[in-house]
């Protein structure tokens, strides 16, 4: 599969990228500096140099032309504006989707935040962040041309990954290193069966090949 990152220099991007490439794959990373192209290539993924801060829908199309699907895993990180939570994690999702369904590269998979949520109240950044996400989440899942799944990970570690987790439409909170998160994603790409579920992800006791198989649909 020809699968477009957003978010490509990202932490979980290059962990997917590594694992995508070492699945035969073909990984895609949209990058804002070109500076990060190395570190892409290194990880086996062609880096496309494109800020979805300016990107036209049409733009982004025409990266996504010939993809089998796409990952959303931009952020605008830790010590970012309130302002950016919402142009980059909440439309740069939408923009993302938006330009799949023109392209029709139909798979489709959020990183999201666990407690993400439209309704989510508070004026703190983080209120402001898990705000965006929702409202991101709720765009996605309405779009009929999108075989898409939301992924929402608890508290996100640099631990070596263990391969073992829980995933279901509500886990309760914990940890989940960066690893885990990444072999997931790999996993949900390539099983068709979880399109349109939103699952929460922390560690636990599954494998995650079997976890995905346990939550696929068919």
């Known amino acids: 599969m020809r699968i477009v990152i957003a978010g490509g220099h990202g932490q979980i991007a290059l962990r997917l990228e590594r694992l995508l490439s070492a699945r035969d794959h073909e990984p895609v990373g949209l990058i804002r500096k070109p500076e990060y192209a190395d570190d892409l290539r290194d990880a086996g993924a062609e880096p496309v140099l494109l800020d979805l801060e300016s990107a036209s829908v049409d733009e982004v199309a025409e990266v996504l032309q010939g993809a089998d699907g796409a990952v959303f895993a ?21 923009l993302l989707a938006d330009a799949a369904e023109r392209a029709g590269a139909r798979r489709f998979v959020v990183v999201s935040s666990m407690g993400a949520d439209p309704q989510h109240t508070g004026d703190d950044v983080f209120d402001h962040y898990l705000r965006a996400k929702g409202e991101a989440d709720a765009y996605v899942s309405s779009r009929t041309g999108l075989d898409w799944t939301v992924l929402r990970p608890g508290a996100l570690t640099n631990d070596a990954g263990a391969g073992l987790v829980q995933l279901a439409p509500s886990t309760g909170r914990g940890p989940i290193p960066r690893d885990d998160v990444a072999a997931v994603l790999a996993e949900l790409l390539e099983t068709p069966g979880t399109a349109g579920l939103t699952l929460e992800l922390i560690s636990g006791a599954v494998p995650v090949i079997d976890a995905v198989k346990a939550v696929a649909r068919g």
Do not use: I, L, N, Q
């Open 74 to 94: 931009a952020g605008a990180g830790p010590g970012s504006s309130v302002d950016r939570k919402y142009t980059v994690d909440r439309d740069g999702a939408v």
